[in-house]
């Protein structure tokens, strides 16, 4: 009884953190504020070295907040274990894309049809778990996937509430590009998490070491991905141009969402 009442817990929490996660970003990047307005680039790189942060403290935890254990695992883990380590450049690099992608989505869809277009990610989920890990799916399985596709698609219809043909074809250029980023995102998002679930299967390691090579890897790209696209707008302001509450908490809900999944 106990076990099914944190089930439920845990569940109401996961989707008050998500739809959080979803309005929040969403009011951060249409939010008209004095100044410039924050990097996602650079919001992606924080948030890997929170994720590094909290894993870490994790770890030290659960090894009885030794440092010496702490120090020992890590070595052992990851500088001794480079090999394993490496296969985890494969799905970081994806999910630092996916990220990127998730603010590129939500500056150009608005909260209800990014989250009910993202929802995809079960799908692509779905159809990676049948092509890499060898699970099949009933028939109910493969029915609700079937409406879930519908109900994406009717989201998508094009409705005729736009006001003048500038606007209109402004609007659509905009949400294409979001729908894009979503689905192109939906994508990497089932391949990065079967990926990682193989891996884990395939490892005794603990998932939280395994979120420490994932945030290792995705802080490294995170950073070219800054540099390359964002680069002159870091020198020139700095990475926490823009920065505000509203940034700092759409940060701390990726963390806590998000150690990677």
């Known amino acids: 009884m106990a076990s099914s009442r ?3 817990l845990s569940l109401g ?7 959080s996660l979803v309005l929040t970003m969403r009011y951060s990047r249409t939010l008209q ?3 410039p307005r924050y990097l996602a680039s650079s919001a992606v790189v924080v948030a890997e070295v929170m994720k590094i942060i909290t894993c870490v403290l994790l770890v030290f935890k659960e090894h009885s907040y030794s440092m010496r254990a702490l120090n020992s695992v890590l070595r052992q883990e990851i500088l001794h274990k480079p090999i394993e380590t490496l296969k985890l450049a494969i799905p970081s690099g994806i999910y630092t ?3 990127n992608l998730l603010y590129v989505a939500l500056s150009n869809l608005d909260a209800a049809t990014y989250q009910v277009t993202y929802q995809l990610k079960i799908l692509t989920t779905a159809l990676f778990s049948v092509s890499m890990l060898g699970r099949r799916l009933g028939v109910y399985q493969w029915l609700s996937l079937l409406i879930l596709m519908t109900g994406v698609a009717l989201v998508q219809w094009p409705s005729e509430s736009a006001s003048g043909p500038e606007k209109e074809a402004l609007s659509a250029g905009s949400q294409f590009v979001g729908v894009m980023a979503v689905l192109v995102a ?5 391949f990065a998490g079967v990926y990682f679930e193989k891996i884990l299967k395939e490892s005794k390691q603990s998932v939280w070491v395994r979120n420490i090579q994932l945030g290792m890897f995705g ?9 390359a696209y964002d680069g002159e707008r870091v020198r020139e ?3 926490f141009q823009g920065y505000n509450t509203i940034t700092w908490t759409v940060v701390a809900l990726q963390v806590t969402i998000t150690p990677d999944t």
């Open 6 to 8: 944190l089930k439920y």
């Open 13 to 19: 929490v996961l989707v008050f953190q998500t739809t």
């Open 33 to 35: 504020a004095d100044g």
């Open 97 to 99: 894309l996916q990220n």
């Open 186 to 190: 939906c994508c990497s998002s089932g």
């Open 219 to 227: 802080l490294v790209f995170g950073l070219f991905g800054m540099l």
């Open 237 to 239: 302001s700095g990475m």
